[in-house]
């Protein structure tokens, strides 16, 4: 589309070179994702998961975790055992909160 003047419209000129960048600013965005999710998003999330697995352990190898779940000794916690069970059903109910 020309002008009455001869040159090119306005809009045409800023249309061509916005068109060309499009890729590139769609590279940059990726990029920018790329590093975030490397950089700040997974290593929280594995700091997370290393958190809740030293608090589980904590709290499975505190003296008071056989009085608290009703288990006479540790080594009472298989699966086939009472104290297990009323464990387990209490693991159901928290998780069913959340």
């Keep these: 589309m020309t002008h009455i003047t001869g040159g090119q419209s ?4 800023i249309r061509r070179p916005m068109n060309a ?3 590139f600013t769609i ?3 990726d990029v920018i994702v790329a590093i975030l999710l490397s950089i700040v998003i997974r290593p929280l999330a594995q ?10 352990l904590r709290e499975m190898t505190s003296p008071a975790f056989p009085k608290d779940h ?3 000794d540790l080594e009472n916690l298989s699966s ?3 104290g297990f069970k009323r464990w387990w059903k ?6 069913s909160r959340q």
Excluded at 90 to 95: F, I, K, P
């Design 10 to 13: 306005l809009s045409r000129r």
């Design 21 to 23: 960048s499009t890729p």
């Design 27 to 29: 590279l940059v965005f």
């Design 47 to 56: 700091l997370g998961a290393q958190l809740v697995a030293c608090s589980t």
């Design 70 to 72: 009703g288990i006479p």
């Design 80 to 82: 086939e055992s009472s």
């Design 90 to 95: 209490t693991v159901e109910r928290q998780g």
